[in-house]
């Protein structure tokens, strides 16, 4: 068995694993023996067609490093009528089967998500574990349409002002208003972004983690044991080992716009660490449809070292909703 994802709060408080038999509805092993007997519990079965004698599993959306995204039906809703009853329900991947405390991670998603609401925010409706599998899911809003990387993979110059200014206050909003609840969201990339028929959606919390302060309850994701994000949009600082925080979720929407804007990733697609080492910052130039008055901006928000990131999701937002400075403004300096 693996060693548990998170860390525990203080010696007296119960291990983070504790959590996972909660979500099961079990205590914690204390014995070789048990521990033996929880593995077995843990290891994930197959997925049942209907879960909680509720949501019936009808095809697969898409797998990601932690979970895997079902469209599923609620029979409930239906039953009363709703024309409408479909929703999405994430299960972990079988590879956590083997950490004690794997369920943890998705009442994580589920905690920081569920506190959340803004129209640019995924919608949350539940956490469950059915009792049968013992498969703990989330039920979420079906999203339907284009993720920004699909996006992307379609305009490999990237997009024009006018659509991507829409698309990156959309993201800086909801990162913003996340922030204000005191909620991280630790793993922003173009994937994790969709284009719904009524506007941009930022999903998948899995990552995130709240503030001091905020759900003092829940336990801290250990990054060490888990490094499941992804290295070209990870800060240089998370990268050495330090938590995530607001400024490391500045450099990952910075590198998204700078993708949006220029069809390119900042840095050739490499980690920070790596294009720290080649001085790729040194070359970096406004991007063909940015504005050149947000690129200082944006500039500030793609620093390396965190000491000169030195803007917040706010100000960038700020920044990019403002106009052009007009003629007249900038030949009498302004702005
Ligand atoms: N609410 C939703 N509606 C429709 N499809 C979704 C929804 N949530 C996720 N998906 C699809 O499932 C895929 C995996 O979801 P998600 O990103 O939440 O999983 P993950 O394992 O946390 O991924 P990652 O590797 O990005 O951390 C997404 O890329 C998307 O295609």
Same mark, same amino acid.
């Given at each position: 068995?693996?060693?548990?994802?998170f860390e525990?709060?203080?010696?007296?408080?119960?291990?983070a694993?504790?959590l996972?038999?909660?979500?099961?509805?079990?205590t914690?092993?204390?014995?070789? =023996?048990?521990?033996?007997a929880?593995?077995a519990?843990v290891?994930?079965?197959?997925?049942?067609?209907?879960?909680?004698?509720r949501?019936?599993?009808? @095809?697969?959306?898409?797998?990601?490093?932690?979970?895997?995204?079902y469209?599923?039906? #609620?029979?409930l809703r239906e039953?009363?009528?709703?024309?409408?009853p479909?929703?999405?329900l994430?299960?972990?991947n079988?590879d956590f089967?083997?950490?004690?405390?794997?369920n943890?991670l998705?009442?994580?998603e589920?905690?920081?998500?569920?506190?959340?609401?803004?129209?640019?925010?995924v @919608?949350?409706? =539940?956490?469950?574990?059915?009792?049968?599998?013992q @498969?703990?899911?989330?039920t979420l809003?079906?999203?339907?349409g284009l993720?920004?990387?699909?996006?992307?993979?379609?305009?490999p110059?990237?997009?024009?002002?006018? #659509?991507?200014q829409?698309?990156?206050?959309?993201?800086l909003d909801?990162?913003?208003?996340s922030h204000s609840?005191g909620?991280?969201?630790?793993d922003?990339?173009?994937?994790?972004?969709?284009?719904?028929?009524? =506007?941009l959606?930022?999903?998948?919390?899995g990552?995130?983690?709240?503030?001091e302060g905020?759900?003092?309850?829940?336990?801290?994701?250990?990054?060490?044991?888990?490094s499941?994000w992804?290295?070209?949009?990870?800060?240089?600082?998370?990268?050495?080992?330090?938590p995530?925080?607001?400024?490391?979720?500045?450099?990952?929407?910075?590198?998204?716009i700078y993708?949006?804007?220029?069809g390119k990733h900042?840095?050739?697609r490499?980690?920070?660490?790596?294009?720290?080492?080649?001085e790729?910052?040194q070359r970096?130039h406004c991007?063909?449809h940015?504005?050149?008055?947000c690129?200082?901006?944006?500039r500030?928000?793609?620093?390396?070292?965190?000491?000169?990131?030195?803007?917040?999701c706010?100000?960038?937002?700020?920044?990019?909703?403002q106009?052009?400075?007009t003629?007249?403004e900038r030949w009498?300096?302004? @702005?």
């Open positions: 068995m693996n060693e548990p994802l525990s709060t203080s010696p007296e408080e119960p291990a694993s504790d996972t038999y909660f979500a099961l509805a079990q914690a092993a204390k014995s070789a =023996g048990q521990a033996e929880q593995k519990e290891t994930l079965a197959d997925l049942p067609e209907v879960l909680s004698g949501y019936k599993i009808e @095809r697969l959306l898409g797998v990601g490093g932690m979970g895997a995204v469209r599923a039906r #609620d029979l039953q009363f009528g709703d024309p409408e479909y929703v999405a994430k299960t972990l079988d089967a083997e950490y004690p405390d794997a943890a998705l009442y994580s589920y905690a920081l998500t569920a506190r959340l609401r803004h129209p640019n925010v @919608r949350l409706f =539940g956490f469950d574990v059915d009792i049968n599998s @498969r703990a899911y989330l809003e079906l999203l339907k993720t920004l990387d699909q996006l992307l993979s379609t305009n110059d990237g997009i024009a002002w006018s #659509d991507a829409e698309i990156a206050c959309a993201l909801a990162l913003n208003y609840l909620v991280l969201h630790g922003i990339k173009p994937s994790n972004a969709i284009l719904a028929d009524d =506007g959606r930022l999903f998948d919390y990552l995130g983690q709240p503030l905020i759900l003092p309850g829940l336990p801290r994701l250990c990054r060490k044991r888990f499941a992804t290295p070209r949009y990870a800060a240089l600082e998370l990268l050495e080992g330090a995530i925080s607001p400024s490391t979720d500045v450099y990952a929407i910075a590198c998204v993708e949006l804007t220029s900042p840095f050739r490499l980690s920070a660490k790596q294009a720290k080492i080649t790729l910052d970096l991007p063909q940015l504005p050149s008055h690129w200082p901006a944006l500030t928000a793609l620093a390396f070292e965190e000491a000169q990131r030195t803007i917040t706010a100000e960038l937002l700020q920044a990019f909703r106009p052009a400075p003629r007249w009498f300096g302004r @702005r």
